[in-house]
């Protein structure tokens, strides 16, 4: 193409500035073209990435197509990036070759073939060869090995192309990663509470194996990728409920504002005892803006403590109240040392109504024959004891122990009404506090979340095991069927992952 500079536009002739003008016109229409073209595929890459599909929903696997997007920064992809597919004969079963993934594959580990031939008939077609794949999987804890997807290849008749069956659908497209190798990661971290640099140095002592930390970070994120679709669907679930339990806990989270320093978040964690139902909901703060958000839409009873943050969520959807006995009983304990002749005896009152609630529990009584129990045998005792705590509270010194104790008991007295009126009101928020204890007890591991986004992760992830642990499943079985069914499910088909409606494989003890 001739250069176009202000002086040959001078000196040109009226036809070359014409044929100059024509020629622009014509590329600038062609770049027009290219450009509305690239611009169509970019909405297309964003539509696949963030938009809503009926189509199966995939994690984008090419870091350099994530970047271009804006996905993800430069520097946070890996220098270490997968080999590309390779094609060869097998000659030695005993020598495998590499294939793609992050370096060759380990031959020191117990291997699974697996062939993968194509769909139809194959008559007539000749085998020309194969394709070999590989990621690491485990179909229980502490069962690592490798699979090894073996796909023929054949020419179809007239030498009219290639045929060769398709990959199997895994959380990270074309990655050495399987769902067993992803739920086992989860559960250790998140059940366990073994940080991923103690996971990392226990697959290298006991397998021989080198993950990165970075790496087991990433197939952590992809896993709960998939797995928060299952979260939202339960969250949907809960919040149709029309009686909910509550509590919260906090969680100290490392941000960039705070150096040295850790934000101190929390969980709002919120249960359903009759569809046993729990979700974490992390919140930046302790504020009433947390339950406000959540169970906005909520209406019914909330059983919570006398933690004045629902306040106003139960006033504005004029919400039925419900107080936990837990709490009063607890300070009661407090105040053993001080005054041991009225808390015990206010202990010993309350331990005859958890015993009746257990031996209910114990016969998987309805909520129909529990609140019989209740009118006849528990209600009177509670109207006796009200009695009781009025006489007390005038004979105490207010800021004594005790006194705490019988002031609580009073104020929250009027709250166990929906207690003793409707049979499926738990006496207190025990069973709540059982699905929080592994965030304290995974503090004391972890020490803080790295970020926001990953203490929200934790949130799916704890509410997911939490619930398969309260419908008598083994939380990895629950984690491992999701990671391998999900990839190859539509989005429309979340609902029927749901328990108790969908049924993993394995019940709780025969993993």
Known sequence: MKTITRDTLIVASRQELIDTALSQAALIEKLQSEFQELKFKLEWFK??????????????????????????????????????????????????????????????????????????????????????????????????????????????????????????????????????????????????????????KKFKNDYNVDFSESWLCDNSRNGIFWLEPVFNGYVKNILSSDYLQADETPIPVLTKDKKGKTHRGYFWVYHDPVRKIVIFDYRKSRSREGPNEFLKNFKGTLQVDGYEGYGEIISRNHLKHSACMDHVRRRFEKALDYDKERAQHALDIIREWYLLEREAREKELSSEDRLIIRKEKIAPSMFSFKEWLLEQISAVLPKSPIGIALSYALNQWPFFEPYLNDGRIEISNILIENAIRPVALGRKNFLFAGSHDAAHRAAIIYSLVSIAKMHGYDPFVYIKELLTELPKAKSSEISRFLLPDWKPSKPSGNS
């Open 47 to 200: 539509r696949q990435i963030f938009g809503t599909k009926s189509e199966r929903f995939i994690p984008s696997d090419d870091l350099q197509e994530a970047l271009d997007l804006g996905i993800v920064k430069d520097e946070e992809t890996s220098s270490e990036v997968p080999a590309k597919l390779i094609t060869y004969e097998k000659k030695n079963k005993e020598t495998p070759k590499p294939a793609h993934g992050r370096g060759n594959m380990p031959t020191h580990l117990p291997i699974k073939d697996s062939v993968v031939e194509p769909e139809g008939d194959l008559t007539g077609m000749v085998r020309i060869g194969e394709e070999v794949s590989w990621y690491y999987e485990m179909d229980k804890p502490a069962s690592l090995h490798v699979v090894r997807l073996i796909r023929p290849k054949y020419v179809l008749p007239k030498q009219d192309g290639v045929l060769i069956g398709e990959l199997p659908a895994l959380p990270v497209e074309k990655g050495n990663a399987g769902p067993g190798f992803i739920a086992n990661i989860l559960i250790d971290k998140f059940v366990d509470h073994l940080p991923l640099d103690r996971q990392r």
